[in-house]
């Protein structure tokens, strides 16, 4: 399968070119940076740290997508936007690592979707997806009586907050306790914030250091808690499923697929 890595040469898109030059199912057509990036006519191995590969990184999405049957894209939700639009109009597979988007970005995706397969994540680990469904399970299992709060932590350089991973967690309790987690969402508490309110789902988020991962979701009860944790050691657990994901949407009916789906997770 013919690969086009967008954000070649962010921590992610440079993770993507390593993993996919050691995946023998597919290859690296194209590699793709915003204009002004120093990138940006390099070789996209050297930009990895390998060696050279012969792909050039471009500012020319276009030419890029065209020659190719899938986008890898760990970017910006503005970027994901506006690649989910040419991946359709080319007709290829669209792979969205890229966090924090708002619902003008998703609604772009949704469209895109009527025409080729794209897969959203938040995560796109094995590990994160299985937590996922696990605390799917506990939070349909425990009454409201039980407090789930949600914990993550990561790099110094992360942009959004929480993260993606810690949202699909949220989101799988919500969705346990047959809920929507915009109902009951709660982030960022600072001074005098009162008692908790029954039925919430808390996000607390701590940034430093080199952290690739780490979340935690805690159900408290009266004199007992539960806590479920999943920790990143390397990203290229993200860029592995990326793959996986691609390759598995290759050849599917257009439509909005989830990792629990390129996983066969929603029977868990
Ligand atoms: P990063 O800042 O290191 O890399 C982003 C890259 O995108 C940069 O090189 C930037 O120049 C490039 N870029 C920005 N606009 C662009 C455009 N229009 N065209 C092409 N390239 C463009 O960030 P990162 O750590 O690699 O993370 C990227 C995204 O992926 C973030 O949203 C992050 O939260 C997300 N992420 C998701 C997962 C997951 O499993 N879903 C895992 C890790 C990171």
Not at 18 to 23: L, V
Not at 49 to 66: I, N, Q, R, W, Y
Not at 127 to 133: D, Y
Request: negative net charge.
């Amino acid at each position: 399968m013919r690969l086009v890595v967008v954000g070649a040469a962010g921590r992610m898109g440079r993770t993507l070119i390593k993993a996919i030059a050691e995946n023998p199912g597919c290859m690296l057509s194209g590699a793709v940076e915003r204009p002004g990036s120093a990138a940006v006519g390099q070789d996209a191995g050297f930009v990895a740290g390998m060696a050279s590969c012969g792909v050039l990184v471009t500012d020319e999405p276009g030419s890029a997508f065209a020659e190719a049957d899938g986008v890898l894209d760990f970017t910006t939700p503005d970027a994901t936007a506006e690649y989910s639009s040419l991946a359709a109009q080319v007709g290829i597979v669209h792979v969205v690592g890229t966090t924090g988007m708002e619902p003008v970005h998703f609604s772009k995706l949704v469209r895109a979707a009527r025409t080729i397969p794209v897969v959203q994540s938040g995560n796109m680990s094995l590990g994160v997806n299985i937590l996922a469904a696990l605390v799917q399970k506990v939070a349909a299992i425990l009454d409201k009586e039980w407090d789930i709060e949600v914990l993550e932590m990561h790099h110094r350089m992360k942009v959004d907050a929480p993260s993606g991973a810690a949202l699909l967690l949220g989101e799988a309790a919500a969705s346990g306790r047959q809920t929507i987690l915009s109902d009951h969402y709660v982030a960022g508490r600072d001074g005098c914030t009162g008692c908790r309110t029954v039925g919430t789902i808390g996000f607390a988020a701590l940034r430093g250091g080199t952290v690739v991962g780490d979340h935690k979701v805690v159900f408290a009860g009266a004199g007992e808690r539960i806590e479920l944790s999943h920790i990143a050691e390397d990203r290229s657990l993200f860029a592995q499923g990326a793959i996986k994901a691609a390759l598995w949407a290759r050849n599917r009916e257009h439509g909005l697929y989830t990792m629990s789906d390129v996983l066969g997770l929603d029977g868990l």
